[in-house]
């Protein structure tokens, strides 16, 4: 396609706070998965994931470090715990936790994906990090490859790294699995938009902005005369 001059004031970002509005460990729209698969058995299990569900979180603690202390070689009382910890803003302990349930060994794609935002809200964004943290998204996908989040913090971790074709793709994806993924559209646009590709970015943009996005929404008004 046809490069033409980029719109005015294109800000992509490219900072971890985009990731941060993309985990699911702050209450964002779409997360209610964080506490993983709820179904299993056991009282403790039930009793910590009913205080989870109320909001209460100190109380939920309580109870899966009850089900540490008697089962300690099994997962979910580290990714339950790591859950709770991380609605508290205690993400230095949550990914404690779910480092844990990885080493003891985890087929729950959110335990993958939520250490990758977790080690670099945590640990800072190194490039260290962010190859761990590409290595667990994807890791995440490779369990569940249906899950517009995943891809999501992919595309963002990728675009940090400077791998603009990879987090391209990943929001397409993205768009493949929900077309109304209003996120994706943004970000999608923004990305055209620095690459040049005027009528793509505003394309995105505008169906994102006609699903209540309003950050599409100033992006329109900032570049109204290339965005007609």
């Known amino acids: 396609m046809k490069r033409q001059e980029a719109p005015k004031q294109m800000p992509l970002r490219k900072s971890l706070a985009a990731l941060a509005l993309a985990i699911c460990t702050l209450g964002a729209t779409g997360c209610d998965n964080w506490l993983f698969d709820l179904k299993t ?10 205080k989870y569900r109320a909001g209460d979180y100190e109380g ?3 109870d899966y470090e009850q089900l540490i202390e008697r089962y300690p070689d099994i997962p979910r009382g580290y990714t339950r715990r790591s859950a709770a910890r991380g609605k508290l803003g205690m993400n230095q302990e949550a990914l404690k936790d ?3 349930a990885i080493d003891i060994g985890t087929d729950d794609p959110w335990a993958y994906n939520n250490h990758a935002v977790l080690l670099l809200q945590s640990s800072g964004a190194s490039p260290e990090h962010f190859e761990e943290a590409l290595k667990s998204v994807s890791r995440a996908i490779d369990i569940n490859s249906e899950i517009p989040k995943f891809y999501f913090n992919r595309s963002i971790i990728k675009y940090n790294m400077k791998d603009l074709d990879g987090a391209m793709t990943d929001l397409t994806r993205i768009l493949e699995l929900d077309e109304n993924y ?3 559209l943004r970000q999608r646009g923004s990305l055209f938009a620095e690459l040049g590709i005027v009528p793509s970015a505003c394309a995105d943009w505008k169906k994102a902005s006609s699903l209540g996005d309003t950050q599409s929404t100033y992006y329109l008004q900032e570049n109204a005369e290339v965005c007609k």
């Open 41 to 50: 058995p056991g009282a403790l299990e039930e009793s910590g994931d009913k």
């Open 60 to 62: 939920a603690i309580d």
């Open 182 to 184: 209003s996120d994706a």
């Open 98 to 100: 779910v480092t844990k």
